[in-house]
């Protein structure tokens, strides 16, 4: 075993590197546009030279590199502090999707500015009475003439407000069982009756929103897969999801653990000395390494051309309870001060105090904790699903509590 | 990124499970519990003949010469079917001690009957409850003599030799102790896992060398230790992947109120748990044979993580897989105990999980600190 590329990979890496480093800007005017602006430039940057995107096929804005050029590009991109965000779900979510269900004619309109970082998509799948249940969901959409005419709410919207589209599941029959009855459309969040209120999270942020459709039109052209065969496509969404949700849980890993054990004193000793302490700090890196190196082994297959086994499912629901446990208990050395969120007061500018009050939003947000449990256990361990008291019955007779 | 076993590796464990399967089924191991026997001596036999005896030990010394990556994987296979033999005490640590710290005639002497299987070996570390503090041991060596009290002694009932831990007037030794000798009494000691003897053995004066002829660096002693941690990880994370399936396998089957138990939230939680936890162990694990068979100076850091993984994940399975199984889970006739003795067994020898954490944050800091 070696942590080592093989030749061909060594030499795509170099590549990789080598244009990143004549490319990638760290000038002031770069510096002083708006996040979103800088990740336009940057991305249309690497759109012009063939670096977006680069899984994807060259017709669409690719390069079509292999799953683990796509992961050394990744690696050697994180080098640069460049903002990424704004495209993780169009280009990783929406674009697969599209490449698999929309008709030639729409993934050559609108592949290639997902690539280039143009146009921005977003996703809305979420409702109020459908979170964890999605195909629950009740924003209805009525078939009039060549149109379809879209009514109701979605919640928990990343970058509603900055989308130029947006993919969007909806209910077309509420008289068949509850996953036959959904069908699946790209909508223009510009359009006429799409309102969009952002959601001041618990930590003060607005990162979601709340959008709400009222008669909004969209042209039967603009459906993605048959009528009443929206779950499927849907699928096709989150089977690319929870991998790009779970794989950053910032600074919180062991080394700050570490460092603020060091600094903190228990009865007159770095509270490193404490076995309690040691305990946990322990446990933790048991756990942070245990998920890196099932990375390395994920990423070991990639290189054989091979597909990763189900370990990475783990990522998410082991990291994100790790995130709040551990910002907990570095509180918790602190004493009172631990309170302090006041960057110029507090230890690590802050930095635990905001991991804790985030943590409750990464173990829900792209599957709660509960539901991957449950995904591991079906999908891979094969257990049956629970019993579905709505099973069968059209929708419209479903209990709603 | 190549961070996985060989081709040939991976027909190594095809080979080892099959064998296993065959010859080490649930019944053997309950045979040699349901006796007054302290190993399966035929099994053993059977084992030698496949080489697994000799895996790492030199060509030079009548062993195969292979890396510590195809003592894993055996080792995984070993723990996988719970099975009644010194494999630990003889491989994972009293042939790498001998390797390590005995002199020419010492290893010419005691490896090539090792990896032929003709002879087991044991350590003898412990004297009393607690952790073990090398500069406190009151077992003493003097002259070519040793005396003192090492209880408990895994597998000391079936082996010739003993690799002997004892201070002399120089320090830390590693002494090594025929067994059948004038001056050695060893008597039987009850544990929880009478499928692997354990003894209370008693040096009065017997004969012995300190391997080496010197005394033993401690640092050195740990990095063996740390070797074997490695090992046992791997045996650990097998007994944890038996007890994983025997719980899905129950829990597919077993009906209550109209349904597989296994479609319960709180069972399928629970095994979603031990999978996550053995996935980290199975990691972690991995982590350590590479820095084992590479000589890696990560091996103190990779050792403790993954004997503290495989701690966790081993006992949590053998421990839930008995709950998932409910009151059948709790009787003799039913195999789950098998697991829940070894996983904790084995997670007692060298050093419990508190050690271990405590030897993982030292090292951390270490490695941070190197860094």
Redesign the interface.
Known sequence: ??????SE?ARFREEAAAWLAENAPTDEAFRALSPLEQAKQWQKCKYDAGWACIGWAPEFGGRGASP?EEVIWRQEESRYDLPASFFLIGQGMIGPTLMAWASDEDKARYLPPLASGEEVWCQLFSEPAGGSDLAALRTRAERDGEDWVINGQKIWTSGAHYSDYGVVVVRTDPTVAKHKGLSYFYVDMKAPGVEIKPIKQLTGDSDFNEVYFTDVRVSDSQRLGEVGQGWQVSLTTLMNERAAIGSSFGQMD??LA?SVAQEVEIDGHPA?ED?AV??K???W???E??????G??S??????GALPGP?NS?GK??GAPKMQAMSSYLMDLLGASGAIADEALATKAGIIQRAYMGAPGLRIAGGTD?I???I???R????????RLDKGIPFNEVPTG | ?????SEEQQLLREQARGFLTEHCSTSVVRAVLDSNEDWDASLWKKVAEMGWTATVIPEAYGGLGLSY?ELAIIAEEMGRSAAPLPFSSSLYLASEAIRHFGNESQKSEWLPKLASGECVATVAMAERAGRLVLDQLETRRMDSQITGHKVPVADASVADVAVVLARSDQGLEACLVPLKQEGVSISPVLTFDTSRGHSAVTFDRAAAQALGDAPVDPADWERVIDGAAVLFAWEQLGVAESA?IQA?DY??QRFAFG??I????A???K???M??KN??????A??G??AL??GSDELPLAA??AR??AI?ASTYAAEENIQTHGGMGFTWEFDCHFYYRRAKLLSLAIGSE?V???R??SA??EQ?VAA
């Open positions: 075993m070696d942590f080592n590329d093989t990979e683990i062991v080394s570490l490193l076995a040691r305990t700090i322990a446990n890196y048991v756990q390494s245990g998920l890196k190196y099932t390395y082994r990423l070991t297959a990639l290189s054989r370990e783990i629901l082991v509960e991957m449990a449950n591991i256990a079906e891979v361990l094969g257990l049956p699903q629970e019993p | 990124m190549n961070f996985e076993f990556y994983l899905r829990a597919l349904r597989a296994g479609s319960y939230q069972i399928k939680h095994l979603a748990n999978y996550v996935t980290l162990a199975r990691s972690n991995y982590y044979v590479w068979a590479e403790a993580t503290v993984a966790q508190a271990w954490q405590d993982l944050v951390l800091t941070t």
